[in-house]
Nanobody, 126 residues
């Protein structure tokens, strides 16, 4: 059974940085696609970023492109989300997700993912 555990959330001032981690266990993830989503109160879950475990393909949501960086460490089965220039509108619960099929037509939709972590809160104060 696949388990995803996020960590690294917290409270930060506007303009600051945080790095989230997602530790994956239970499978061999070499062919998986890993995604990050976020959900603010009263809003839909929003795509943030995706990375192929092979590391040769990355994808970002428009609201974070240029500020956030997704990366992975195959040896540790861990995916990271480096978040820079944080703004109050980035406040949300951030979720890690895994897709076992690397050939789906899109990875910007939550329906493309099979497994989810429990989420970690990120709060950005103004």
């Amino acid at each position: 059974q696949v388990q995803l555990v996020e960590s690294g959330g917290g409270l930060v001032q506007a303009g600051g940085s945080l790095r989230l981690s997602c530790a994956a266990s239970g499978r061999t993830f070499s062919r998986y696609v890993m995604g990050w989503f976020r959900q603010a109160p009263g809003k839909e879950r929003e795509f943030v970023a995706a990375i192929w475990w092979s590391g040769n393909r990355l994808h970002y949501g428009p609201s974070v492109k240029g500020r956030f960086t997704v990366s992975g460490d195959n040896a540790k089965n861990t995916v990271y989300l480096q978040m820079d220039s944080l703004q109050p509108e980035d406040t949300a619960v951030y979720y890690c997700a895994a897709s076992r099929d690397p050939y789906r037509p899109t990875y910007g939709s939550r329906q493309s993912y099979d497994y989810w972590g429990q989420g970690t809160q990120v709060t950005v104060s103004s």
